[in-house]
């Protein structure tokens, strides 16, 4: 919806749509948004740190910014859960092999005796 009250030459920097104004990190993401005419939107932000929320309307050249910056950011979020997934699977690995070598070493210096892994008979 087309929002009279809003100046079509008021400029927005799409940082102040990355920055909470309340607790300064740039944790802020859009929740709603709605065309506010043929050069504006209307969106509804959301701070995932302080709780802040704001609805306001910006001109497109700032979302198109806000967008990408939103796609950079998702990017560096993706590769640090990749990373996170590589190092577990590379600890449950050694961890693994330090089991299995435990295992081996056990077995081989007669510290486990058929009876321990025999099935116990009723």
């Given at each position: 919806m087309f929002n009279p009250e809003v100046?079509?030459?008021q400029e927005k920097k799409y940082h102040w749509m990355?920055?909470?104004p309340e607790c300064n990190t740039e944790m802020v993401y859009?929740?709603?948004w709605d065309e506010a005419g043929p050069a504006h939107w209307t969106i509804l932000l959301h701070c995932a740190n302080c709780n802040w929320a704001s609805e306001d309307?910006?001109?497109n050249a700032d979302v198109m910014d806000f967008d990408e910056s939103l796609d950079r950011q998702t990017e560096v979020i993706r590769a640090d859960v990749n990373m996170l997934v590589q190092e577990a699977q590379d600890h449950e690995t050694e961890k693994?092999?330090?089991e299995i070598g435990s295992f081996i070493a056990a077995l081989?210096?007669?510290h486990?005796?058929?009876s321990d892994i025999a099935?116990?008979?009723p």
């Open positions: 100046n079509p030459n990355c920055s909470c859009p929740v709603e309307t910006y001109v693994f092999g330090a081989y210096n007669d486990i005796l058929p099935r116990q008979m």
